[in-house]
């Protein structure tokens, strides 16, 4: 354990009760035979700072499937991640527990969170941390078990970024490290649809703005903070392959939109201030983003990499620099995922634009001007040999399939999965009742002949198993893809 921090506190097993009675989520008690003694540590690896200190205010539990919710006995205080190494713990909290299975594991903060550097303190800013607390996913089965040592790795170096006026700002990531406790690969950013880390209720004059400005979009809000250290709700508003990023302060008032550029869209002024400021670094593909602020001024954010990492730097139209903050490379884009669908999909051979058949680049130009284009050989999960064409233009996605002869076999964008026929829905209900239907992942096909197939995106329940199924619009079944 080379200097390594732990943070550890005991659950030993029974009674819990809410910390407002008449505000239980929900009495329902799992009936198990024995009761478990849990510990669970809290283990931190290392990182330049002299101290990063969270205020731990309560410690929660969620029992089988999010039924019960259950603060427990909390021994709140100042917790300096940095002093609890070298076999050093301390308990957090305690309580007598009765649970088969629990699912979440969270960590509700105060307003007192620091990091100390050369002996000078700085606030920490933690979104969402003391609104719905720092939330740790389990998929732990506890029945007939007499103990168990839960291993949470809280990643400091990964979730400490200080920004470009020098605030520090915590993104935590945290991970189980027990493999019979992992709900997923502890690695993968991609599940941002179903995990509600973050995850915030918007004030009622937030909700009342977007039904106004944003009517038929579907949206997704979360707790984040802007790279000067502005704390923010952060609104995906989402209508088929569109997105549209928006931002507004704690009070509710809109600061920002943003839209999804190509990063050839950028002003001079800003690859200029770029090429000038950070020479040894260059601008990633598909990484930039169009910022319109509530005052009319326009930004735009990109992200920038070297040897070392990568960076994402904001600046204003004229090239002036705003703010910028370290990220990881899966860290810091709210549209990280957008290819993920497509990551099952592998690469057979490559082919270029300059392959296409002229009929094909005329097609395109005619009907696609201001998209680009990536291209694979594949196989359909039907067992069609095909070429894909997937297309992009910022902020529409279309896939184009072709037969090997080049003839165009079918056509697929984005589809709102509220929209699914009937049919489909109630079919999937028997045919994949485990299975829930992931958002914005669904894609309406069609077909040469005009005929409707749908293309959806499930995830088996308490599994990290994610499956595509085609179905035709009558909701007769076409294929799966794993």
């Known amino acids: 354990m080379n200097a390594r921090k732990l943070l550890y506190f005991l659950l030993v097993p029974l009674v819990l009760v809410s910390c407002d009675p008449e505000a239980l ?37 969620k029992g089988p499937e999010g ?3 259950i603060p427990l006995e909390t021994n709140a205080g100042i917790y300096n991640l940095l002093d609890l190494q070298n076999g050093i713990d301390a308990l957090i909290a305690n309580a007598d527990l009765e649970l088969g299975q629990l699912t979440e594991v969270r960590l509700v903060l105060g307003e007192n969170n620091t990091v ?38 809280f990643d400091a170096a990964q979730s400490v970024h200080q920004t470009g006026n020098g605030k520090y700002i915590m993104k935590p990531v945290i991970r189980v490290m027990n493999p019979d406790a992992q709900c997923a690969d502890e690695d993968e950013e991609d599940e941002e649809e179903e995990d509600e880390s973050g995850k915030v209720e918007l004030p009622e004059s937030v909700t009342e703005w977007l039904d106004e400005n944003y009517e ?66 260059t601008i990633s593909n598909n990484k930039s983003y169009k910022i319109e602020r509530a005052d009319a001024a326009v930004w735009f954010k990109t992200r920038i990499k070297n040897d070392a990492g990568y960076l994402e730097v904001t600046y204003t139209e004229d090239g002036t620099l705003v703010c910028g903050t370290e990220v990881s490379d899966d860290d810091g884009d709210e549209d990280e995922d957008e290819d993920g669908e497509e990551e099952e999909e592998e690469e057979d051979e490559e082919i270029t634009i300059d392959d296409l058949p ?24 039907d067992g069609t040999e095909i070429y894909l064409l997937k297309g992009d233009n910022g902020s529409n996605t279309i896939l184009l399939y072709f037969d090997l002869d080049w003839n165009l076999w079918q056509s697929a964008t ?28 669904t894609w309406e096909i069609v077909r040469a002949d005009s005929s409707l197939w749908y293309r959806v995106y499930l995830k088996k329940n308490n599994s990290s198993e994610k499956i595509y199924v085609i179905y035709a619009e009558d909701g007769t079944f076409i294929c799966q893809e794993e």
């Open 414 to 441: 984005w589809f709102d999965e509220a929209e699914l026929p009937t049919a489909i829905l109630e079919t999937l209900a028997v045919d994949y009742e485990d299975y829930k239907i992931m958002n914005n992942q």
């Open 216 to 281: 038929g979009y579907q949206f997704k809000a979360a707790a984040d903070t802007l790279c000067d250290g502005t704390e923010i709700y952060a609104v995906t508003a989402m209508k088929g392959s569109e997105k549209i990023y928006l931002s507004f302060d704690l009070d509710g008032n809109f600061l920002q939109s943003a839209v999804k550029i190509d990063e050839t869209e950028l002003p001079e002024a800003v690859t200029t201030a770029i090429a000038e400021g950070y020479p040894d670094y």
């Open 67 to 69: 039924s019960q919710e």
């Open 358 to 381: 002229e009929a094909v680049v005329d097609f395109l130009d005619e009907n696609y001007t201001d998209y680009e284009f990536t291209i694979d050989a594949q196989t359909f999960c």
């Open 25 to 61: 989520i929900d009495e329902t008690t799992t009936e198990i035979d024995a009761v478990t003694s849990l510990n669970i540590r809290l283990t931190d690896a290392p990182i330049e700072l002299d101290e990063v200190n969270i205020d731990l205010q309560q410690v929660i539990i």
């Open 116 to 153: 100390v550097v050369e002996g000078e303190s700085f606030e920490l800013k933690i979104p969402s941390g003391s609104q719905s607390g720092l939330k740790i996913k389990l998929c732990l089965d506890l029945t007939d078990t007499p103990q168990y040592d839960l291993i949470l790795d």
